[in-house]
Each structure stands twice: as structure tokens, then as C-alpha cells.
């Protein structure tokens, strides 16, 4: 993992596990739930809730990447880092839905807001 943050790893109805690489980025945010269910459709839906742990507002980055059953990345440069500001003690999800009913893993990676 090179996010400099956190990142969030699950298969549809695995249990999730949560790497941290960055320690400061730590102590500011902790991941509280994930949840993922598929839509009408067939797509799979996935929130992550993850909570400010301090009473300043941080600015993070996040990005989900999707992957089929036999592990390949659909949609490769499909979505951009997005943006939000974690007010103090704030709880919000981070929210995406795969682009494709093929998916059945993703990673969510969150990082320290960054100009890029």
C-alpha cells in the first residue's frame, strides 16, 4: 500500500481488514462500519463509515478499486480521488457503487488530502 493512510480490503460477505500506514492519518480517522449489498441490478453498493476522531475538521482523499472473481482490476483508471472534510468528531460514509455486476472485491484507500 503506498496511500500514505489507510486502506480498507473486502470481498462481498468477507469480513473487511483495515491497514494503516500512517500513523498520524491514524490517530485522526477510524473506520467504524463497512457494509456492501447488491443493488436491484446487481451491482455491488459499499459504504464505509469512517469517523473524525478529534474535534478539528481534516481534509481526506479517498478512491475505491473494483475487482472480478479471479482477482483482475475492472475499470482500471475508472474513478479519481474524491474529496471530503471530516469535521471534528464528525462520522460520514464513503460511498461507491461498482461499475460493473462482475465485482465482488474492492479496496477503499484514504490518504491526507494532497494537491494533486
Known amino acids: 500500500m503506498s496511500t500514505g493512510g489507510l486502506e480498507v480490503v473486502a470481498s462481498e460477505g468477507g469480513t473487511p481488514t483495515v491497514h ?12 467504524e462500519d463497512v457494509r456492501s449489498q447488491r443493488t436491484a441490478e446487481g451491482y455491488l453498493a459499499v459504504s464505509v ?30 474513478r479519481p480521488w474524491e474529496q471530503v ?8 460514509p464513503l460511498s461507491a457503487t461498482g461499475p460493473e455486476p462482475t465485482v465482488v472485491r474492492f479496496v477503499v484507500r484514504a490518504r491526507r488530502m494532497t494537491n494533486e
Open 85 to 92: 472534510t471530516l469535521h471534528g468528531g464528525e462520522s460520514v
Open 49 to 78: 463509515r469512517v469517523r473524525n476522531k478529534y474535534s478539528k475538521d481534516f481534509p481526506i482523499q479517498y478512491k475505491f478499486t473494483w475487482f472480478d472473481a479471479n482477482g483482475m482490476e475492472v475499470q482500471p483508471n475508472g
Open 20 to 31: 494503516v500506514d500512517d500513523t498520524f492519518f491514524a490517530q485522526h480517522v477510524a473506520v
